[in-house]
């Protein structure tokens, strides 16, 4: 997050980092059991594997415009 946010905002970005992970955890393991309750853990794990890929895949295409910034002095 150094060099992504001012100093001052800092502790809020961490925080919503923070927030989005525990939201995205829930949601994703409450999907992956409604999945496996209606179809069988199969379909779970086959669900969670198209969402990293689908997720994976716009960043490794991208991944040289990603720029990382200078570490702050």
Same mark, same amino acid.
Do not use: K
């Given at each position: 997050?150094?060099? +992504?946010?001012?100093?001052?905002? %800092?502790?809020?970005?961490?925080? @919503? ?5 525990? $939201?995205? &955890? #829930? ?7 409604? %999945? ?11 669900? #969670?594997?198209?969402? $990293? +890929?689908? +997720? #994976?895949?716009?960043? @490794?295409?991208?991944?040289?415009? +990603? $720029?990382?910034? #200078?570490?702050? &002095?």
């Amino acid at each position: 997050m150094d060099g +992504l946010v001012p100093g001052r905002r %800092l502790t809020e970005a961490y925080g @919503w980092i923070t927030t989005t992970i525990a $939201v995205a &955890n #829930a949601t994703g393991q409450a999907a992956g059991g409604l %999945l496996a309750e209606r179809f069988d853990h199969h379909t779970g794990f086959l669900a #969670a594997t198209l969402c $990293v +890929l689908s +997720l #994976a895949l716009p960043v @490794w295409i991208s991944r040289q415009h +990603l $720029v990382i910034a #200078a570490p702050a &002095n």
